[in-house]
């Protein structure tokens, strides 16, 4: 979960919103996003899982991965629970499709977060740091 501690300008947010539009385009079959509302049209959180199709093996010839990204609670609406359910709405989802593995890349402060909605430390998945 992100816990941005400087708000960016007005004008930075909408030039990202076009970005942002544009590689959802280009993304859409791969990145399913969730988004939270409290009752009205404003966002105050958002979620994106990546579904990664997966090489068949004899007996699974459809397998998918599915990756938990850039979940992010406006700062006066965290602390209350809208980040872990949109965590869960994104992990099941990819289960429901037939993910047979769920990650997710956090930062130090989230770890807590995610291990408390199930996600746990795996001896077998391993990541090469860039050079």
């Known amino acids: 979960m992100d816990t941005l501690e400087e708000e960016p300008a007005r ?6 919103g076009v970005e942002l539009a544009g590689w959802w385009g280009a993304h859409e079959d791969s990145h399913v996003a969730f988004v939270a509302r ?22 699974a010839t459809s397998r998918l991965s599915a990756d938990i990204q850039s979940v992010f609670v406006m ?16 992990s099941e989802h990819a289960t429901d499709l037939g993910a047979v593995r ?5 930062g130090r402060r989230a ?11 795996s001896r077998q998945l391993l990541q090469r740091p860039p050079d």
Do not use: K
């Not at 004008?11 to 990202?16: L, N, P, T």
């Not at 409290?38 to 090489?55: F, H």
């Not at 769920?102 to 956090?106: A, F, G, K, L, N």
């Open 111 to 121: 770890v807590p977060v995610y291990e408390r909605l199930g996600f746990e430390s």
């Open 75 to 90: 700062p006066e609406h965290r602390g209350r629970g809208i980040g872990s359910a949109l965590v869960r709405a994104a």
């Open 38 to 59: 409290l009752g009205g049209p404003e966002i105050v959180g958002m979620a994106w899982v990546a579904l990664v199709p997966r090489v068949p093996r004899p007996g």
């Open 102 to 106: 769920v990650t997710v890349h956090s």
């Open 11 to 16: 004008g930075a947010v909408e030039a990202f």
